[in-house]
């Protein structure tokens, strides 16, 4: 089945901690994403990436980290300069091209306690 | 910024109607419209993609584009209870970055 993978569904962070959302597609896709999704605020973008070894910051991409070492994978350090990390996490994936869809992975929802 | 609206506020039909749902958007050069549908605690799923200008209709879904006035619009005719979910809009202005509105909650009533 090819697909976007999302590990895990539900994390809890301490105050002070770094965690790692892990992201995976088999979709041969060339361009990631990751987006925050909190009540009533929509999708907001933290960081994408078009191609390995390169990304981009989104519109708030402060205290979080990313890497794309693989074409498959784009993982999501949310780190503890993130002040309120408490928040529903997607990953999408695309072709790269203006017009090609984002397909979305099935979200990890984070909590802090 | 590139802005993308959603009209607020839960939207609630009754079963076998049409539910209207409509979207603005600020910037001129946006290229590709996507409407999205989310349950619940779900992912975003694909519901119908727009590039031109006009109608697009897929099954009970039509996509309605007006590049001139900056909306995309989506009707959902004989709404189903299935189809309560909120409905996100999405704009790609040529970046490969999408920018989507807060999104409609559609509550269907059987």
């Known amino acids: 089945d090819g697909g976007i993978t999302q590990s895990p569904k539900y994390l809890f962070r301490k105050e002070g901690q770094n965690v790692t959302l892990s992201c995976e597609q088999n979709l041969n896709h060339d361009a990631m994403y990751w987006y925050r999704q909190d009540p009533g605020q929509g999708l907001r973008l933290i960081y994408y990436?078009?191609?390995?070894?390169?990304?981009q910051k989104g519109d708030i991409a402060e205290g979080y980290s990313v890497s794309r070492e693989k074409k498959e994978s784009f993982p999501l350090t949310v780190t503890s300069a993130q002040k309120n990390p408490t928040a529903f996490y997607l990953c999408a994936s695309s072709m790269g091209q203006a017009t090609d869809t984002q397909y979305f992975g099935p979200g990890t929802r984070l909590t802090v306690l | 910024q590139k802005e993308v609206e959603q009209n607020s506020g839960p939207l609630s039909v009754p079963e076998g109607a049409i539910a209207s749902l409509n979207c603005t958007y600020s910037d001129r050069v946006s290229q590709s419209f996507f409407w999205y549908r989310q349950y619940s605690g779900k992912s975003p799923e694909l519901i119908m993609s727009?590039?031109?200008?006009g109608d697009k209709e897929d099954g009970r879904f039509t996509a309605q584009l007006n590049k001139a006035s900056q909306y995309v619009s989506l009707l959902i005719r004989d709404s189903q209870p299935s189809d309560s979910a909120t409905y996100l809009c999405?704009?790609?202005?040529?970046?490969?970055?999408?920018?989507f509105g807060k999104g409609n909650q559609v509550v269907v009533i059987p």
């Open positions: 999405a704009v790609n202005g040529g970046n490969n970055r999408l920018a």
């Open positions: 990436s078009q191609i390995v070894n390169d990304f």
């Open positions: 727009i590039y031109s200008n």
